[in-house]
């Protein structure tokens, strides 16, 4: 079934955290992701995705932002890892305010990457803290709008053969079992003609993102925004993703975080400027009439 997306007039994103922060730059970089999104629409909606490990540094790039923190209604989390979701706690203190965390239903379980005797997956504190802020989650498996114009993927299809998911465990009694980390989600704006992806760290696949955003949206993605996790890929998933991103006519891919430096130096090659590689204090704007600043 499609899903009819209703559009937004404008839309802004601006770069909180991120792992580079460039050169002579203001802003603290740090390991992760955190956007703050403003989007207008039906009505004007602030929306954090993701919080990085650490809040402080979020907090400090938003003060030299003008950003104001407690404008934010909406805490969108791409998936469980600590680099996304490690600032959650401390910002729901800092905020004091109800807001609703969209999330996949699973994004609470225990996590372990590779033979680490840790969780690493969202605090253990954080369901504590949601509940004395009155905060409260909505948990989303299925594609699905929430708030017009702003469209959750839910869980994507797992579809090429190439894009695998490993290295990844959760912890069922005292069992660890591998994670296909069915909760990495995206966002989708659709913003009149422009219609974004922002992702996490794509751990499903960005083909395989794409391509459940196409069929599930019936549009043409025409930008992209975040980490595709390229950094350990082998050659063949490296080139088949390059070979894809290439076909879709892409206006602009912004990309960084877990991309990696070899495949970013590809993409910037690939698609000149189009590619922007992401860095903290990055502000990009989306208008309905087709233009961008």
Same mark, same amino acid.
């Given at each position: ?136 989650? &909505? *948990? ?8 017009? !114009?702003?469209? @959750?993927?839910?869980?994507?299809? +797992?579809?090429? /053969? ?107 090659? &690939? *698609? ?8 903290? !204090?990055?502000? @990009?704007?989306?208008?309905?009439? +087709?233009?961008? /600043?």
């Amino acid at each position: 079934m499609v899903v009819k997306l209703r559009s937004l007039s404008r839309a802004e994103i601006f770069v909180l955290a991120e792992d580079y922060a460039g050169y002579n730059s203001p802003f603290l970089a740090q390991h992760g992701i955190c956007f703050y999104i403003k989007a207008y629409g039906e009505k004007e909606i602030n929306l954090l995705f993701d919080t990085g490990t650490y809040f402080d540094p979020i907090l400090f790039n938003s003060k030299i932002a003008r950003i104001n923190l407690k404008e934010v209604s909406i805490v969108f989390l791409s998936h469980c890892h600590i680099d996304h979701t490690g600032g959650l706690a401390n910002f729901l203190s800092y905020a004091a305010r109800p807001l609703e965390i969209v999330a996949h239903p699973d994004i609470l379980r225990e996590h372990r990457v590779e033979s680490l005797d840790e969780h690493v997956g969202v605090p253990k504190e954080v369901p504590e803290i949601v509940e004395r802020v009155n905060a409260h989650w &909505r *948990f989303v498996r299925e594609p699905k709008e929430i708030v017009p !114009g702003i469209w @959750v993927t839910g869980e994507i299809e +797992r579809k090429t /053969s190439f894009e695998v998911v490993e290295g990844f465990y959760t912890k069922v009694g005292d069992e660890l079992i591998e994670d296909k980390m069915l909760d990495d989600i995206s966002l989708v704006l659709n913003v009149g003609q422009h219609t974004v992806l922002i992702t996490g760290c794509s751990h499903a696949g960005i083909v395989n993102i794409v391509k459940h955003v196409e069929k599930r949206i019936g549009r043409n993605v025409t930008e992209i925004i975040g980490g595709l996790h390229l950094m350990n890929a082998g050659e063949e998933r490296l080139l088949k993703t390059i070979e894809f991103l290439e076909g879709l006519e892409l206006k602009n891919l912004y990309c960084g975080h877990c991309t990696g430096f070899r495949t970013e130096c590809l993409l910037s090659e &690939r *698609f000149k400027n189009k590619f922007t590689k992401l860095h903290c !204090g990055l502000r @990009v704007v989306f208008k309905g009439d +087709r233009s961008r /600043s």
